[in-house]
């Protein structure tokens, strides 16, 4: 158009398993919040599906690849890493394209815990993080009713869209 804008829409997914035994370093992450010491994901960094769908998603967007190939799991450096950390990178990567976040919506699949109560937390957290107005950064939890993986409590998924625009 006129202005010069140019939208683009991501979508990301990611999976963690549970791990059989509790790693009281590893509590359960999600959008960069402990929500549960009960609980351990099985993952190269903390594990945090929710930062890991968003940096996906953004990732596609921008036509920059996967979080796979810019944090590939078999480098140390990444060893146990705050995945915040990761989605700062992602957004760096982001901004030198001119590129800005329009809005992002996030569900979260999981049997356990239950994400209610941490819901405005993880909103809150995640609008620091990607610089947004709680306006434009949803974040729904839903089940599986006890479908599958996810309802056999095996694991924690996390789907994630966004809309960038680039500007310039």
């Known amino acids: ?30 959008a960069g919040i402990e929500v549960s010491e009960e609980y351990s994901l099985i993952a190269h960094s903390d594990g945090d599906v929710v930062l890991h769908a968003i940096c996906d ?3 596609g967007a921008a036509s920059k690849g996967d979080i796979g190939y810019h944090f590939p799991d078999d480098d140390e450096d990444y060893s146990g890493i705050n995945s ?4 700062a990178h992602v957004l760096a990567l982001i901004h030198k394209d001119n590129f800005e976040i329009v809005n ?3 569900t979260v699949l999981a049997e356990v815990p239950r994400l209610s109560p941490f819901r405005k937390i993880m ?10 107005d709680s306006s ?11 479908l599958g993986y996810l309802g056999r409590k095996e694991g924690i998924a996390c789907h994630c869209v966004v809309l960038l625009k680039q500007n310039g």
């Open 1 to 30: 158009n006129s202005m010069g804008e140019n939208y683009r829409i991501g979508q990301g997914i990611d999976v963690h398993k549970f791990a059989d035994t509790i790693d009281k370093n590893k509590p359960l992450k999600l």
């Open 104 to 106: 992002i919506d996030i």
């Open 57 to 59: 998603a953004i990732l």
């Open 84 to 87: 915040s950390k990761l989605l």
């Open 123 to 132: 909103i809150d957290n995640l609008c620091g993080l990607l610089s947004l």
């Open 136 to 146: 434009r950064c949803n974040l729904k939890a839903t089940t599986t009713e006890g």
